[in-house]
């Protein structure tokens, strides 16, 4: 069928796929200011590609899209759902929530599009995480149902962050008394970094030169700074600690993966810290998580994936 879309819309660029049997045919890639609406965009899409028009579509975007109006956070664009959807004359819309996207392509992902971390061998049945430090900390599971793969929704990103050694406290205590509550977003984010190495300086006495995230990780890839490169593997420590707990909630023998962008630009840096240590020590319960596999995301291209997971997942329901 290539009477499909799929959308993947972020604050700043919109990609969308055209669709021919169940694969992903063209891809082409818009900035969203080039267009009023979104409705102008996939209809500039179809054109480029030569569709006249689409029965079915699914939009991956970075909102909440609980309600039928869905209002962008970071652009201008807002829709209604129905309206949109008849405004295009599609039979099907579907709209979801950007890391609700990510989550559904993963059981679609191969071993080249992931980066495996340590040992573990996945369920192909089992439950699996996906968590993405990036401006936030976002946080989906997918669970394997009669129905198809289906998204537990959360705020995972917002639960209280727990220190587990020492810096882990001297952190801890430098967010408490600027914060209040610490979260492990305010940890495990771009925020996060900049928090890590405003604590570590802090606690050592020395000025805080840097305030910019990718500052801080550019020095620390390049081993020119000693707190940089401190802020950073602390990060990459809370981490692992961070997914070993997502695995504990739910069993994710399915396996833990890891989006966003930050631990992607890490690159070698993430690989050979200690993530994958701090992710199997916990305790008594070392053995659950050791066989459970972790993964970096390395596809550019997941949210579509995951868009396309999603749309044929429903269309097959409705057929």
């Not at 082409?28 to 209809?43: G, M, N, S, V, W």
């Not at 807002?78 to 819309?93: G, M, N, P």
């Not at 490169?229 to 396996?255: D, E, P, Y």
């Amino acid at each position: 069928m290539s009477n499909m879309f799929v959308a993947d819309v972020g604050g700043t660029n919109i990609r969308l796929a055209q669709i021919e049997n169940g694969q992903i045919k063209a891809i082409k890639k818009y900035l969203c200011t080039e267009f009023d609406t979104i409705a102008e965009a996939i209809t500039q899409f179809g054109d480029d590609v030569g569709q006249d028009s689409f029965e079915h579509g699914c939009i991956a975007i970075a909102c909440p899209v609980n309600h039928d109006l869905v209002k962008m956070t970071n652009h201008t664009w807002q829709f209604s759902k129905k309206a949109l959807r008849d405004e295009l004359s599609l039979s099907q819309l579907h709209v979801i929530n950007d890391f609700s996207a990510v989550a559904h392509s993963l059981p679609t992902l191969s071993a080249d599009q992931v980066i495996k971390i340590g040992r573990g061998e996945a369920d192909p049945k089992g439950n699996i995480v996906v968590f993405g430090p990036g401006t936030g900390l976002g946080v989906e599971h997918l669970t394997l149902t009669a129905a198809g793969w289906q998204t537990l929704d959360g705020e995972g990103g917002h639960v209280d962050f727990a220190p587990n050694d020492e810096i882990d406290i001297v952190i801890w205590r430098y967010l408490k008394e600027k914060l209040g509550r610490v979260s492990a977003e305010e940890v495990l984010s771009g925020r996060g970094i900049v928090n890590i190495y405003s604590a570590l300086a802090v606690n050592a006495g020395e000025p805080e030169d840097y305030n910019d995230p990718a500052d801080i990780t550019e020095r620390a890839l390049a081993g020119t700074d000693t707190l940089c490169v401190a802020a950073v593997t602390q990060f990459c420590r809370i981490m692992g600690s961070f997914a070993g707990n997502l695995a504990l909630n739910l069993c994710t023998t399915g396996g833990v993966f890891i989006g966003g962008g930050i631990a992607s630009r890490l690159g070698e840096f993430f690989v050979n810290s200690e993530f994958r240590q701090q992710f199997e020590a916990k305790g008594n319960f070392a053995g659950y998580v050791e066989n459970i596999p972790t993964y970096l995301i390395n596809e550019p291209d997941h949210g579509l994936l995951g868009a396309l997971a999603y749309l044929l997942q429903q269309t097959k329901e409705t057929n």
